[in-house]
């Protein structure tokens, strides 16, 4: 009978042990899928913080660093000592939570961070077409990529977005309330790459509004861009209307700002007598080096008529004004044309 008990209490002793041990995995805390160290800076408007994530291996490591309101993470104010003390705050996102663990000092701090992913968000990504890795998920919990933001893409006609593009789109605040209020003003079926771009170099609807006002209804997004990557402001734009360019398309004012035709160049030919000089002539003037003192030095020489074609081509051919005075000196009657061909034909 005792060789019978055996069996059994084996097999209820390895029954409990393995109660046990399935109590124990409940009871244990998720371990966080991504850690790594921070360093935190508070801007002196101690309304932002500069968070600086670092992560990685001997094979492989990742930085990144943004700027947040210290309004995002629960349990951070930014001390009012220079003695760093220890810290704990949270970065409660949709996708998961970061927790960060150090010192902190009036100035900023440095520890530890840890994140535990939402199973859910996992869930209801995949349900919506997304395979996300644990770095994906991260990445969304970091930059705020909900779904309740993706949802707002998809009812303003964004749906399926590629997970790099909402990425990039979340960074550069091309947001659900950005895109309505561009297609209020007409831009719809805009590209995921032209709204970032537009967020980038700050095409606002603003800008857009205040262009209109000026004239220019039919900007394309490319032209947006273009116009606040060179500078051609509103501001700009009534500078040169009050020069006596008015009718100046977005191509014109892109290229004045590229090549430097400013309304003070503009100004000073006119007061050389150039008072008719066309958008192209301006550029093209910029673009070889016809500048107002080689004006004056040309004209200083008894070349009173040079015309802009005239001072462009002399340019061109590299007939500069101590060229122009050693040639006048031998031959007081020498023409521009004159002093052209001899550089082109190499003759001093």
Not at 126 to 137: A, T
Not at 254 to 272: A, C, D, N, Q, Y
């Amino acid at each position: 009978m005792r060789n019978d008990d055996r069996p059994r209490r084996g097999l209820g002793i390895a029954i409990a042990i393995l109660a046990a041990a399935s109590t124990l995995a409940l009871s244990r805390p998720a371990q966080a899928a991504i850690e790594g160290r921070w360093i935190a800076e508070f801007d002196e408007d101690r309304d932002r913080v500069q968070l600086t994530t670092k992560r990685g291996s001997a094979r492989h490591r990742s930085t990144n660093s943004s700027s947040y309101p210290v309004s995002s993470f629960r349990g951070l104010a930014r001390p009012a000592s220079a003695t760093p003390a220890p810290t704990r705050f949270e970065l409660a996102r949709d996708a998961g939570s970061v927790v960060f663990e150090g010192q902190l000092d009036s100035s900023g701090g440095s520890g530890r961070f840890s994140f535990v992913p939402n199973p859910e968000f996992l869930r209801e990504m995949g349900r919506m077409g997304y395979s996300l890795s644990e770095e994906d998920q991260f990445t969304s919990a970091m930059h705020d990529i909900g779904r309740g933001f993706i949802r707002g893409l998809g009812e303003a006609g964004y749906t399926r977005v590629p997970f790099d593009d909402l990425v990039s789109m979340r960074i550069h605040g091309a947001t659900p309330e950005f895109i309505r209020e561009l297609k209020a003003l007409g831009y719809e079926r805009l590209s995921t790459d032209d709204l970032v771009s537009m967020r980038i170099h700050g095409a606002t609807p603003q800008f857009i509004r205040e262009m209109r006002e000026l004239g220019y209804e039919r900007l394309s997004s490319d032209d947006l861009v273009s116009m606040r990557i060179h500078g051609a402001t509103p501001e700009f734009v009534r500078e040169m209307r009050a020069a006596g360019y008015d009718r100046l398309s977005a191509d014109d004012l892109v290229s004045m700002r590229i090549h430097g035709v400013t309304p003070e160049f503009v100004r000073e030919l006119k007061e050389l007598g150039y008072t008719d000089v066309s958008g192209d002539d301006l550029v093209s003037m910029r673009i070889h080096g016809v500048t107002t003192a080689f004006v004056r030095q040309i004209r200083e020489l008894g070349f009173q008529d040079a015309s802009v074609d005239d001072l462009v081509s002399m340019r061109i051919h590299g007939v500069s004004a101590d060229f122009a005075r050693r040639a006048k000196s031998k031959d007081p009657g020498v023409t521009l044309d004159e002093l052209v061909s001899m550089r082109i034909h190499g003759r001093d």
